[in-house]
C-alpha cells in the first residue's frame, strides 16, 4: 500500500532553515509527483511546490520563490522540501502528498510534519 | 495564485442534503477539469473525496459529488450523516504545474 512518512516535528529560531522529508513506498518512487502543503493553525491549506522525483524538476509556488528548495534522493525513495529564512508565520504543519493517476489532485498524503518557529 | 473563495461554513440536518461552492477565475476552475475537494477531520490530514470535478475515489461514499460551472465548482453531501462533520477544502490546478486551495468551508451537522 502507498505510504508517505515524514520525519518529526521541529522547532527552529526566527531566520533558520529547516528540512523535512517525505519517505515514500508501496509504488514506484520516479512514477509520481510529490507535492508539499502546509497548514498554519487553524488556517486552510496552502500548496508549495511539486517534485518530479524522475528528473528533480520544480515549481515552486510564487510565494515561497526564493525560499524553497524540494529535492529527492530516488536510492532511498524519499522527498525533501527545506525552508529557509523562517519567521513566526512559517509556523504549521507541513504535508507531502502524492496524487492519484489522473495526477492533477493528491490523494495519498504523508502524517504532516509540525515546524514551530518562535524565539 | 489568490485562494479559491468558499464559504466558511455550511450545515444540515441528519439525512439533508448541503451543498459547498468554490469560486475560481478562468485561470484555475473555469479553466481546467481538475478541480478537486477533500475532507479533514481535525488533527487529521486532508482525504480526497472527489477528483476531475466529479469523480469519486475508490471507497467514498456515492453521496458525495462534485460539479462545475463556468469557474464555480460544487461539493454536494447527501443524505448528511454525524461523520461528514469536518472542513472542506476544494483545489484546482491553474496551469504550468501551479495549484490553489480554496478557503475551507467548516460544515457542522445539526
Known amino acids: 500500500q502507498v505510504q508517505l512518512v515524514q520525519s518529526g516535528a521541529e522547532v527552529k529560531k526566527p531566520g533558520a532553515s529547516v528540512k523535512v522529508s517525505c519517505k515514500a513506498s508501496?509504488?514506484?518512487?520516479?512514477?509520481?509527483?510529490i507535492h508539499w502543503v502546509r497548514q498554519a493553525p487553524g488556517q486552510g491549506l496552502e500548496w508549495m511546490g511539486v517534485i518530479n522525483p524522475s528528473g528533480g524538476s520544480t515549481t515552486y509556488a510564487q510565494k515561497f520563490q526564493g525560499r524553497v528548495t524540494v529535492t529527492r534522493d530516488t536510492s532511498t525513495s524519499t522527498v525533501y522540501m527545506d525552508l529557509s529564512s523562517l519567521r513566526s508565520e512559517d509556523t504549521a504543519v507541513y504535508y507531502c502528498a502524492r496524487p492519484s493517476i489522473s495526477a492533477r489532485d493528491f490523494e495519498y498524503w504523508g502524517q504532516g510534519t509540525l515546524v514551530t518557529v518562535s524565539s | 495564485q489568490s485562494a479559491l473563495t468558499q464559504p466558511p461554513s455550511a450545515s444540515g440536518s441528519p439525512g439533508q442534503s448541503v451543498t459547498i461552492s468554490c469560486t475560481g477565475t478562468?485561470?484555475?476552475?473555469?479553466?481546467?477539469?481538475?478541480v478537486s475537494w477533500y475532507q479533514q477531520h481535525p488533527g487529521k490530514a486532508p482525504k480526497l473525496m472527489i477528483y476531475e470535478v466529479s469523480k469519486r475515489p475508490s471507497g467514498v461514499p456515492d453521496r458525495f459529488s462534485g460539479s462545475k460551472s463556468g469557474n464555480t465548482a460544487s461539493l454536494t453531501v447527501s443524505g448528511l450523516q454525524a461523520e461528514d462533520e469536518a472542513d472542506y477544502y476544494c483545489?484546482?490546478?491553474?496551469?504550468?504545474?501551479?495549484?490553489?486551495f480554496g478557503t475551507g468551508t467548516k460544515v457542522t451537522v445539526l
Open positions: 478562468s485561470s484555475d476552475v473555469g479553466g481546467y477539469n481538475y
Open positions: 508501496g509504488y514506484t518512487f520516479t512514477s509520481y509527483y
Open positions: 483545489s484546482s490546478y491553474a496551469g504550468n504545474y501551479n495549484y490553489v
